[in-house]
């Protein structure tokens, strides 16, 4: 498995979250890396993205609010989540998305994780 996420849960309104991908044998310089998100019921959506050093991209629900950052000594992707809504609630997917020559058409997704947003 080359995308591990962790640190789903259940949270109430209004608080934070954090959620990290964990890329194995995955190069940032090759791969667009992203949070998608499905809700039951619903199509999966894109959440954030970053390619450095294009500035992050974010799904018009989540800016100001979310977060996505890159390490690259962890090889890790990080989404902070901040004043989370029960609307927030959904399985997150880490996603790699080749966009050099080298690895464009390489899609790569983690097995997703829960996120629960409930009084």
């Known amino acids: 498995v080359r995308l591990v996420e962790s640190g789903g849960g259940v949270v109430q309104p209004g608080d934070s979250l954090r959620l990290v991908c964990k890329a194995r044998?995955?190069?940032?310089?090759?791969?667009?890396m992203s949070w998608y998100r499905q809700a039951p019921g619903k199509q999966r959506e894109l959440v954030a993205r970053?390619?450095?050093?294009?500035?992050?991209e974010y799904g018009d629900s989540v800016k100001g609010r979310f977060t996505i950052s890159q390490d690259d000594v962890e090889n890790t992707i990080t989404l902070h989540m901040t004043n989370l809504k029960p609307e927030d609630t959904a399985v997150y997917y880490c996603?790699?998305?080749?966009?050099?020559?080298?690895?464009?058409?390489?899609?790569?997704w983690g097995q997703g994780i829960q996120v629960t947003v409930s009084s």
């Open positions: 970053i390619f450095n050093p294009a500035i992050p």
């Open positions: 996603n790699a998305d080749g966009v050099t020559t080298l690895k464009r058409g390489s899609t790569l």
């Open positions: 044998e995955v190069s940032f310089r090759h791969y667009a």
